[in-house]
């Protein structure tokens, strides 16, 4: 058994529970937790192509990849460009609890499908799983959620969270339509799609004349 003079108090619980939180507060990022409202469940599949981002909440969260973004990075295939990093974040349970269940009773823990904004490279990261057993039970008790997240894939989702940088984020999707592309500190949209179309324009003609651009009319 136990030693009996060695026990698991809520004192020293809170206490960890603090530090946790503190340490968070100075080493990481205020971010937003968007979560993900469905509007028509496919109960078969579980998913809802129609879903909405209605509300955010800002948050700070401890970014553990600190050399940079993890995944594969940004892929060129034959509908566009595609950015395929991942980065995992920390947050606190306590602080989840105070910042989004108070607001949101329904919402007791991150969800997966919901999403982060990350203000830094102005990205949307979806969070494909919820880690709630790491670390493990110290001293009896679990105090942070990790949130595995990835680019989000923008599918024309319905974006009103009353965030600015969010909302207009749906407004400069990739070049395939069907993803999100970060924006550079000028605001100026890294995609390259407007000015592939006008190098475009001036090179074919397909008038009636010229309906194949051949120029032997």
């Known amino acids: 058994m136990k030693s009996p ?6 004192s020293e619980q809170n206490l960890v529970e603090d530090l946790s939180i503190e340490s968070i507060k100075i080493n990481g990022r205020d971010m937003v937790y968007i979560p993900r409202t469905l509007l028509n469940k496919d109960e078969l599949f579980g998913e809802d192509n129609s879903a909405k981002f209605s509300k955010g909440f800002e948050m700070e969260m401890y970014i553990q990849s600190v050399n940079g973004f993890e995944g594969d990075g940004d892929i060129l295939q034959k509908f566009g460009i595609q950015i395929l990093d991942r980065m995992n974040l920390v947050i606190s349970k306590k602080r989840f609890l105070e910042e989004v269940t108070t607001f949101q009773p329904t919402i007791t823990r991150p969800r997966e499908g919901d999403l982060v ?3 830094l490279s102005n990205t949307l990261f979806e969070i494909n799983f919820v880690e709630h057993e790491n670390p493990f039970y110290q001293i009896g008790k679990n ?3 990790i949130l595995i997240c990835e680019t989000f894939t ?3 989702e319905t974006m009103d969270t009353g965030f600015g940088d969010i ?9 395939s339509g069907d993803i999100v592309i970060p924006k550079a500190a000028t605001g100026v949209t890294l995609g390259d799609n407007e ?7 001036d090179i074919f003609d397909f008038t009636d004349t010229d309906p194949f ?3 032997r009319y």
């Open 5 to 10: 003079y060695f026990k698991e108090n809520s």
């Open 117 to 119: 904004f990350f203000p």
């Open 143 to 145: 105090y942070t959620f």
């Open 154 to 156: 923008y599918n024309q």
């Open 167 to 175: 909302d207009t984020l749906d407004d400069i999707a990739g070049i």
């Open 195 to 201: 000015d592939l179309q006008n190098f475009g324009d």
């Open 213 to 215: 651009s051949e120029g």
